[in-house]
């Protein structure tokens, strides 16, 4: 079983199972509905930990919740508290949609506050961090392995957080003061205030999986300055930290990076409602982790004819499968868990048990559910659909009433419809 780690710039042997294999995948800064590009991180390492947890390794899966941070309080000035709380359900409610359920811990970086501060006064101690009025900064100058998850030379590390006051401008800040507009704060022994963002997921990861675990997940954009951050405070009080990195290749809005700043955004609750769970996940697997992943409508109806496709083996008998085909879908996933390459295998497979526990893998085990209405309630579909068009939905809602006492769901979906076996 090996990975490719942005650290070791290349492939990694995982140990032996059962492990342990802990994994931290770093999760949103919650001020809005998360973007479909918030979903990568989630669902690449779900499934990782399920065809991990799969292959005999006891795994526990960590995913944060950054609720306080600068975005959130220019996001709701006076009231970032509440809006925390609230984008926090709003992102669990989206995630949760995809059905993978693999998380065992969603940590809150406020209820860290105590673990955070206890590592702040550590780093203080051993010299690798100072205080500058109220905030305290990491020094990055005693760092002498600084840089080498980015691969940046010490000397030419990019400045961070310009403060005139602090003795570096590539040192980065551990606690801030509370400023008069910020709502959210703790005392501390550097008086109010709150954590920087890289000390919270130092904090919360060790407080979950201890000093030293396997995997730690989270996109590509996170590798500087948040990840190298990261390793330098967990490295600086002697700790190794997390062993492989793991980063996703970002997702493209029409070629570009997608961001909320170049307002070319779809929310996970958008694409989830628009073209539903199944196409979602199926969209995610055609690339690779590591590689980008461009969003569009054609990259979307492709994915969902991939699952009509799906759909349609098991509308037709089952052949059985030749010998070695689930060793090769497992080599291929074991192998840097490559999943278009997974799907490939799939798509070749007639055997109905073997393609339902492959696509189980991915949470996608309902393609197989799918039986074809009889006659008469694709009918009433059509007419259903019609009165739609026409704007009747009185007849609309009346018709959706017969086709679900005849035990069917409809499901709308763009300018379709689908019908569903009801659960
Ligand atoms: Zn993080």
């Known amino acids: 079983m090996r990975l490719s780690s942005t650290l070791a710039r290349g492939l990694v042997e995982l140990p032996e199972p059962p492990g342990p294999i802990g994994m931290y995948v770093c999760g ?36 944060n919740i950054t609720d306080v941070n600068d975005k959130i309080y220019e996001a709701a000035p006076g009231v970032s508290a509440e ?11 989206d995630v949760g949609r995809f059905g993978l359920d693999e998380v065992d811990h969603f940590p809150k ?11 702040i006064s550590d780093l203080i101690e051993r010299d690798f961090a100072y205080e500058v009025e109220d905030d305290v900064y990491f020094r990055v100058a005693k ?14 590390v990019e400045e961070q957080e310009p403060n005139a006051r602090k003795e570096d401008p590539r040192d980065f800040a551990l606690w801030k003061a509370n400023k008069p507009d910020e709502d959210t704060w703790w005392e501390s ?3 109010r205030g709150r954590p920087g963002w890289h000390i919270e997921c130092s904090a919360m990861a060790e407080k979950l999986l201890g000093p030293a675990f396997e995997i730690h997940g989270g996109g590509l954009d996170l590798v500087f300055p948040h990840h190298e951050n990261e390793l330098a405070q967990s490295s600086a009080v002697g700790h190794e930290f997390a062993r492989i ?31 539903g769970r199944e196409t979602a996940l199926l969209f995610f697997l055609t690339a690779h982790w590591h590689s980008p992943i461009d969003f569009s409508n054609e990259r979307m109806e ?3 004819a991939r ?39 799939m798509h070749e497979w007639r055997d109905h048990d073997l393609l339902r526990s492959a696509l189980d893998v991915f949470g996608l085990a309902s393609l197989a559910d799918q039986r074809r209405a009889p006659v008469d309630v694709d009918e009433l579909a059509r007419r259903r659909q019609a009165a739609r068009s026409a704007r009747d939905f009185a007849e609309s809602d009346r018709l959706r009433g017969e086709i679900e006492a005849a035990g069917w769901e409809v499901r709308d979906e763009a300018d379709a419809y689908r019908l569903v076996p009801k659960a």
């Open 109 to 119: 970086a406020t209820e860290a506050i105590p673990e955070i501060v206890r590592f």
């Open 189 to 191: 022994p550097w008086g």
């Open 245 to 275: 990195w793991m980063h996703n290749g970002m997702l493209r809005f029409t070629g570009e990076k997608m961001s909320k700043s170049v307002g070319n955004v779809e929310t996970m609750k958008d694409v989830l409602e628009k073209w």
């Open 302 to 304: 492709s994915a969902r």
């Open 143 to 156: 760092q002498a392995e600084y840089g080498r998850l980015s691969g940046q030379k010490p000397d030419q």
């Open 83 to 93: 809006r925390a709380r609230e984008a926090t359900e709003w992102y669990l409610e």
């Open 307 to 345: 699952g009509d496709g799906l759909r349609e083996v098991f509308r037709n008998p089952s052949q059985p499968a030749l010998d070695g085909a689930w060793e090769r879908f497992e080599q291929v996933l074991d192998d840097d868990f490559s999943t278009p390459e997974a799907l490939a295998v």
């Open 28 to 63: 949103p800064t919650v001020y809005a509905r998360a973007h479909i590009g918030n979903a990568r991180p989630y669902v690449v390492g779900s499934w990782y930990a399920r065809w991990l947890r799969l292959r005999g390794y006891e795994v526990t899966l960590v995913h």
